[in-house]
T-cell receptor, first 114, second 114 residues
């Protein structure tokens, strides 16, 4: 069975600092994809970043980057120069190639302190 | 701008009432999903549909049913609402896939059952 674990229920960071959210996963498939989604308070969930398992290069989107360690089955999200608008629940998602099977982590609540 | 629209942001219902939660997407996506979101439990899949009139049970289908008569609309039905169904309900859609496709979420429907 596929699993996704976010071991940090809550994290906090000072504005302009860097924070890393952790995600570990387990799958027996070789074809899979990993995502980070952000859910701001009372707002809808949006995609932050996506990583294809077959790509060795870590994905980057502006201030957001991932550290994808395939052998360790780790997929952490780094947020640089944190902004107040980054405060949200962050969910890690594992999807399987050729399947609609989706597995979410339980989420990490990020607080950004001014 | 692509959208997933959930008809009600907030609903209050009484125990035993029949509840309909509607979701409409304008992206011609094949897949549609209903999730339930509870603090500490993350997102749990109730049902998903990969085509019109097709549905598959997710992890927590008990007490729920769904309807997909048109490609753009996916309805979640609580036949007889109970207090333990008080929750946030999220609809999402995606293209038929390889697992690579991004989920687009609605804003959520917060249901309170008294």
């Amino acid at each position: 069975a596929q699993t996704v674990t976010q071991s940090q229920p809550e994290m906090s960071v000072q504005e302009a600092e860097t924070v890393t959210l952790s995600c570990t996963y387990d799958t027996s498939e070789s074809d899979y994809y990993l995502f980070w989604y952000k859910q701001p308070p009372s707002r809808q969930m949006i995609l932050v970043i996506r990583q294809e398992a077959y790509k060795q290069q870590n994905a980057t989107e502006n201030r957001f980057s991932v550290n994808f360690q395939k052998a360790a089955k780790s997929f952490s999200l780094k947020i640089s120069d944190s902004q107040l608008g980054d405060a949200a629940m962050y969910f890690c998602l594992l999807t399987q190639g050729g399947s609609e099977k989706l597995v979410f982590g339980k989420g990490t609540k990020l607080t950004v302190n001014p | 701008d692509v959208k997933v629209t959930q008809s009600s942001r907030y609903l209050v219902k009484r125990t035993g009432e029949k509840v309909f939660l509607e979701c409409v997407q304008d992206m011609d996506h094949e897949n549609m999903f209903w999730y339930r979101q509870d603090p500490g439990l993350g997102l749990r899949l109730i049902y998903f549909s990969y085509d019109v009139k097709m549905k598959e049970k997710g992890d927590i289908p008990e007490g729920y049913s769904v309807s997909r008569e048109k490609k753009e609309r996916f309805s979640l039905i609580l036949e007889s609402a109970s207090t333990n169904q008080t929750s946030m309900y999220l609809c999402a859609s995606s293209r038929a896939s390889s697992g690579a496709n991004v989920l687009t979420f609605g804003a959520g429907s917060r249901l309170t059952v008294l």
